[in-house]
């Protein structure tokens, strides 16, 4: 079995202060982690995904996630938050057996001007 | 770029009425998958297809079914829509050569009254 959990529903940062956004999983398999972003009125877009090459792994929008096996966590970070990264973010897990995804329960991020 | 379709943004429908939500995908991915999102509860699995004619249940199966006659094509169909239902109903097509990364439709928001 896998599971997601996100640690926070809501955070708040100002513009221009660091961004975390934090992801713990579990499955019995190695995993497949992702992250996801939701804006307003628009579809799921892929931010990164780890497939077990590279622990730090970078996205779009300079975004990057951290895999740490021995706390199985996925953090999501971003050095410095612009008012465009307000949004929806979903930490996804897959794993071997079963091809869906399973998903977290979002965090939402607010960005203060 | 993958292209996942939705055939409708938003549909009203009275309960008790037989609801299809249509989905194509273009890029020959063999796996596609129907997720409801609720808020604070993140996208729950309905159902999902990794070939023509066949599905499994995912984890909020009751209430819906599903069909895939075509690759490309995998229809979710409430039976008798009940006012639990409103929600938003996402899809979603993958395929195992790109890691399981799932391009997802803009979505349909379901209401019914």
């Known amino acids: 079995a896998q599971s997601v959990t996100q640690l926070d529903s809501h955070v708040s940062v100002s513009e221009g202060t660091p961004v975390l956004l934090r992801c713990n999983y579990s499955?019995?398999?190695?995993?497949?982690l992702f992250w996801y972003v939701q804006h307003p009125n628009k579809g799921l877009q892929l931010l990164l995904k780890?497939?077990?090459?590279?622990?730090l792994v970078k996205g779009i929008n300079g975004f990057e996630a951290e895999f740490k096996k021995s706390e199985t966590s996925f953090h999501l970070t971003k050095p410095s938050a612009h008012m465009s990264d307000a949004a929806e973010y979903f930490c996804v897990v897959s794993g071997t057996g079963r091809r869906a995804l399973t998903f977290g329960s979002g965090t939402r991020l607010q960005v203060q001007p | 770029d993958v292209k996942v379709t939705q055939s409708s943004r938003y549909l009203v429908k009275r309960t008790g009425e037989k609801v299809f939500l249509e989905c194509v995908q273009d890029m020959d991915h063999e796996n596609m998958f129907w997720y409801r999102q609720d808020p604070g509860l993140g996208l729950r699995l309905i159902y999902f297809?990794?070939?023509?004619?066949?599905?499994e249940k995912g984890d909020i199966p009751e209430g819906y079914s599903v069909s895939r006659e075509k690759k490309e094509r995998f229809s979710l169909i409430l039976e008798s829509a009940s006012t639990n239902q409103t929600s938003m109903y996402l899809c979603?097509?993958?395929?195992?050569?790109?890691?399981?990364?799932?391009?997802f439709g803009q979505g349909t928001r379901l209401t019914v009254v």
């Open positions: 499955s019995s398999y190695s995993p497949s």
């Open positions: 979603a097509s993958s395929t195992t050569r790109q890691g399981l990364e799932a391009f």
């Open positions: 297809s990794y070939d023509v004619k066949m599905k």
């Open positions: 780890y497939t077990s090459a590279a622990t």
